[in-house]
Structures are given as structure tokens and as C-alpha cells.
């Protein structure tokens, strides 16, 4: 069964901070992997990973994919109050029908 | 705005009661899903729908139907209400289904008594 884990599960940081999320996946035949920020209500659409070692970048984020270790992190630098938000991590293998979603990293990132 | 629509933005419900769930997109995705979240597990897919006409099953299909008639709409009902579909409600779509980023509703809450 397919299986998403991220850590940790919550953190608390002060603006200014720079913060690494987890991700790691366990997949029958992994194809991709995607992050989002789902802040009051729906999530929307960070970075989507398929090569190893491949860094991808939008401002202060930027995340990576591992194949070798199954896992990718997302960072966040100098960190804002607006980026108090859960982060989603999902994957997608070529067979299932699932986009397979983990329980999300809660960050507070106090003033 | 293109993008999708939710609704209702939050119902409650008694047991045994059938209800559907509303979702209409603009952008004229050929896929699109279903989703519950709950506390602690993340989001769980129920139902997704390739093109129109199609329909398949997700992880969490199971007191859960739905259809997928034209592009734009994908209905989501719940026959018989109960208490453990209690959930946050996402619908979203893609262009293709598949390897492509989704695009999400903002939610309907559901509670059901």
C-alpha cells in the first residue's frame, strides 16, 4: 500500500527563521511527487518533483527530490507570518489511480 | 475568476439523510476528484473522473457516488448519511489525469449528526 509520511507534524517558528519540511514515500512505482500550502481553505499548488536531485524554486521556496532515499524536503527561508500554513506532500506511481497525500506539516510563524 | 465552485460551504446533516455535493469548474479540466480530509490522515481520495462519462474509484469510495455527466460538473452524494463521513469536503481537477498539478475548491464542511 502506498504511503506518505511528513515531518514533523507541527512547528513553531519566529519570522526570520528558516524551516525544512519532510517528506517521505513509500510507492510501488514512483512518478511524482508535489507539494502544496493549504492555508484557511483549499490547497494550492507549490513544486512537482519527478527528477532526483533537481531543485526547484519560487522566492524564498525551494525543494528537492531524493529517489535514493525516498524522501524530498521542502525549505522555506526568512520566513513570514504568511507562511503560517499545513504543507502537503503528495506522490503519484504509474499504476495506481491515486495522487496519495501525507497528514501535512503545520507551520506557525510567529512575529 | 476561472477556477472551482463549491457548495454548499458547510451543511449539517442527520443521519440517514441523502445529500450531494456540489462542484463545478470553468477551466475546462477533463479530470476530476473527490477528496475527504480528516485530522491526522491528510486527503483521501473517494472518487476522480478522467473525462466526462467516466467515473472510477479512490482509496475511500465506499457510501460515496458519483457522476460525471459534462466537463464542467462532478456531483458527489452520500446516500444514507453516516456520522463517520463527518469531514471537510475538497473537490479538484486537472487538465489531463495524471502527472499534472491539481487545482482545488475551497471546501464544503459537512457534519453529520
Known amino acids: 500500500e502506498d504511503k506518505v509520511v511528513q515531518s514533523p507534524l507541527s512547528l513553531v517558528v519566529h519570522e526570520g527563521d528558516t524551516v525544512t519540511l519532510n517528506c517521505s514515500y513509500e510507492v510501488t512505482n514512483f512518478r511524482s511527487l508535489l507539494w502544496y500550502k493549504q492555508e484557511k481553505k483549499a490547497p494550492t499548488f507549490l513544486f512537482m518533483l519527478?527528477?532526483?536531485?533537481i531543485e526547484k524554486k519560487s522566492g524564498r521556496l525551494s525543494s528537492i527530490l531524493d529517489k535514493k532515499e525516498l524522501s524530498s524536503i521542502l525549505n522555506i527561508t526568512a520566513t513570514q507570518t504568511g507562511d503560517s500554513a499545513i504543507y502537503l506532500c503528495?506522490?503519484?506511481?504509474?499504476?495506481?489511480?491515486?495522487?496519495?497525500f501525507g497528514p501535512g506539516t503545520r507551520l506557525s510563524v510567529l512575529p | 475568476i476561472a477556477g472551482i465552485t463549491q457548495a454548499p460551504t458547510s451543511q449539517i446533516l442527520a443521519a440517514g439523510r441523502r445529500m450531494t455535493l456540489r462542484c463545478t469548474q470553468d477551466?475546462?479540466?477533463?479530470?476530476m476528484y473527490w477528496y475527504r480530509q480528516d485530522l491526522g490522515l491528510g486527503l483521501r481520495l473517494i472518487h476522480y473522473s478522467n473525462t466526462a462519462g467516466t467515473t472510477g474509484k479512490g482509496e475511500v469510495p465506499d457510501g460515496y457516488s458519483v457522476s460525471r455527466a459534462n466537463t464542467d460538473d462532478f456531483p458527489l452524494t452520500l446516500a444514507s448519511a453516516v456520522p463517520s463521513q463527518t469531514s471537510v469536503y475538497f473537490c479538484?481537477?486537472?487538465?489531463?489525469?495524471?502527472?499534472?498539478?491539481?487545482?482545488f475548491g475551497d471546501g464544503t464542511r459537512l457534519s453529520i449528526l
Open positions: 479538484a481537477s486537472s487538465v489531463q489525469y495524471g502527472n499534472q498539478p491539481q487545482h
Open positions: 503528495a506522490v503519484r506511481d504509474n499504476y495506481g489511480q491515486n495522487f496519495v
Open positions: 519527478t527528477s532526483s536531485g
Open positions: 477551466m475546462r479540466h477533463n479530470a
